[in-house]
């Protein structure tokens, strides 16, 4: 089976501007997560996705958000860049039931943001 | 919300010896999981070995395996043989397979050098 994939692996933006994100799942796996990853926070969840719905969400400002498509792959987007949102963004996949019962989580290769 | 603690920001071990990383973490919950992740200078996560918490059997893939000590709230990681590609930073996390869907708490991690 393939692995979880991210798009872009690299993005340089300005302040200011907005930005989109891509994770595609592994196949089969209904949930996609998100993390951002900085040395000085180090991972922090940003939220879950299952079935095109979030169920959670983690401490981050209105500016991110996300969303899931029918065939699970999944967009988080960023808007009015911050120098603080350079970062490594990260996206897992797991393989999740309706009823909430989850398995580990595979993660993506990342996209390194850098925001100028 | 569970905490995850990583007391040894780095260790360092000659090849082929074996190194014990320490990870102490804190739930309330009964429904458990905990992983280690390692993350290489590509910055890809990869997971290395999980423990289910009801299971009192501490888990085992190939070098490694785990100390997973329930009342004690202690989960450490030991890698025998070392390998020079086991360099890594490693991330101890928890996961709680109920009211926080999808969400995992990891620790700040450990960098481990491994050197000839």
């Known amino acids: 089976k393939a692995g979880v994939t991210q798009t872009p692996r690299y993005l340089i933006k300005t302040r200011g501007q907005q930005v989109t994100l891509s994770c595609s799942p592994i196949s089969g796996h209904r949930s996609v997560s998100w993390y951002q990853q900085t040395p000085g926070q180090g991972l922090q969840f940003l939220f879950e996705y299952f079935s095109e719905t979030q169920r959670n969400k983690g401490n981050f400002p209105g500016r991110f958000s996300g969303r899931q498509f029918s065939n699970s792959r999944s967009e988080m987007n960023v808007s009015t860049l911050e120098l603080g949102d350079s970062a490594l963004y990260l996206c897992?996949?797991?393989?999740?039931?309706?009823?909430?019962?989850?398995?580990?989580?595979?993660f993506g290769p990342g996209t390194r943001l850098t925001v100028t | 919300a569970q905490t995850v603690t990583q007391s040894q920001p780095e260790m360092s071990v000659q090849e082929a010896e074996t190194v014990t990383l320490s990870c102490t973490y804190d739930t309330s919950e009964n429904n458990y999981y905990l992983f280690w992740y390692k993350q290489p200078p590509s910055r890809q996560m990869i997971l290395v070995i999980r423990?289910?918490?009801?299971?009192?059997q501490n888990a085992t893939e190939n070098r490694f395996s785990v100390n997973f000590q329930k009342a004690a709230k202690s989960f450490s990681l030991k890698i025998s043989d070392s390998q020079l590609g086991d360099t890594a930073m490693y991330f101890c996390?928890?996961?709680?397979?109920?009211?926080?869907?999808?969400?995992?708490?990891f620790g700040r991690g450990t960098q481990l050098t491994v050197w000839p």
């Open positions: 423990q289910e918490a009801y299971k009192q």
């Open positions: 996390a928890s996961f709680d397979r109920g009211s926080t869907l999808g969400r995992l708490y």
């Open positions: 897992a996949s797991s393989f999740a039931l309706a009823g909430g019962q989850s398995y580990e989580q595979y």
